[in-house]
């Protein structure tokens, strides 16, 4: 079993997630998150479709993936093309023709890496900024990216946080932390939409005891899942990145999904997974694409070096995704090489196909007891041969 949707007719309810397997060696688990356009195994890998699109792709290719949840932004949609007009539409599923269920995130992170010169005032009432487009000033407030979201009609919506840089200090972080539980009472007190689920996230850097502290406290509002933040800003290392995992997932409930922000590299999705979480997202596989990388089972190669000129084999032979069905690293080298955007089309299918086929893999490994036999496997291959 690969995945499978389950029709929900009118029915409307909150995402509701089914534990349904353990591995027995790890923290692995296999599950079930039933929403309302659909029951999807877990864990999961979601393509970010940041203004509404998951860049060059149509919904029907993402579907033809055999994609689930993809995310939408609520920064970008706030800016344009508004969510008045998106909700005019029907909701965020109608204004883009995507059946599937939709996350979208608070905006927290790009208020505070987008922000045009990145400056901005961060008080208790929100975050004052200007617009990366216009450079118009603006103030987002928990409550305001609540009601964006609302009206956005995501399945899941994500609480409104700081996102503290990489470099902050224990005391940044503490005040960080006890600021977005703040945020996160306020942002849960107005969301009305009785349709969709609402996200805490946990924060506090690589503290242990602020992870915990945030976690517990998060977990005491009842939401519907909880994220693990601020483990893809720029600066941070790996090892901090898994810290923050292993000293939030403790004090995360087992009957609701935990979903790692910002995390698309292979390695880093089996670290998750192997720690106990079930949801990921990452803008990684299109942003590859527009620079010609392929994801491979031995590590990541570069479509434009030369060696590729006269490769007529397909980026993985193995690999069941549209480009390598019907094209060759030969023909995507020279599509990328002569500035043609069906080059980064054909990537991005095969890189997010990639990962989700990896995620497919990675649930019958648990549901066999075989995770670790798969994750070992997976890396001696992927770092111990380099194609480029």
Known sequence: MILYIIARG?????????????DKNTNARYGILNTNHGSYETPIFMPVGTQATVKTLSPE????????????????????????????????????????????????????????NKKKDIVEEGVHFKS?????????????????????DSDIAMSFDECP????????????????????????????????????????GAYEDLRKFSAIETVKMNFDGYSIGGVANDGESKEDMYKAIDYSIPYLPSDKPRYLMGVGEPIDLLEGVERGIDMF???????????????????????????????????????DCYACKHYTKAYIRHLMVAGETFGARLLSIHNIRFLIHMMEEIRASIRENQFLEYKNTFLKNYKDKKND
Request: with cysteine; glycine share 6%.
């Open 10 to 22: 009118c029915e409307f309810m909150k995402i509701k997630y089914e534990l349904i397997k353990k």
């Open 165 to 204: 840089p990489a470099s902050a200090d224990y005391t940044y972080l503490k005040n960080s932390v006890e600021r977005t539980l703040r945020w996160a009472k306020r942002g849960k007190a107005v969301h009305q939409n009785d349709n969709q689920s609402l996200f805490g996230i946990v924060q506090g």
């Open 281 to 319: 997202d990452c803008v990684l596989p299109t942003r590859l694409a527009r620079h010609a990388n392929a994801f491979t089972r031995y590590g990541k190669i570069n479509l434009r070096n030369q060696k590729y000129k006269e490769d007529f084999a397909p980026i993985e032979e193995t690999c």
């Open 132 to 152: 990366h487009l216009d450079g118009r000033k603006l103030l987002l407030t928990p409550e305001l990216s609540i009601q964006i979201q609302n009206k956005l």
């Open 61 to 116: 290719e993402l579907k033809e993936m055999n994609s689930a949840v993809i995310l939408s932004n609520t920064y970008h949609l706030w800016l344009r093309p508004g969510e008045d007009i998106v909700e005019k539409a029907g909701g965020l599923h109608s204004f883009m023709h995507y059946d599937g269920p939709i996350l979208t995130d608070s905006g927290g992170f790009q208020v505070f890496s987008l922000a045009k």
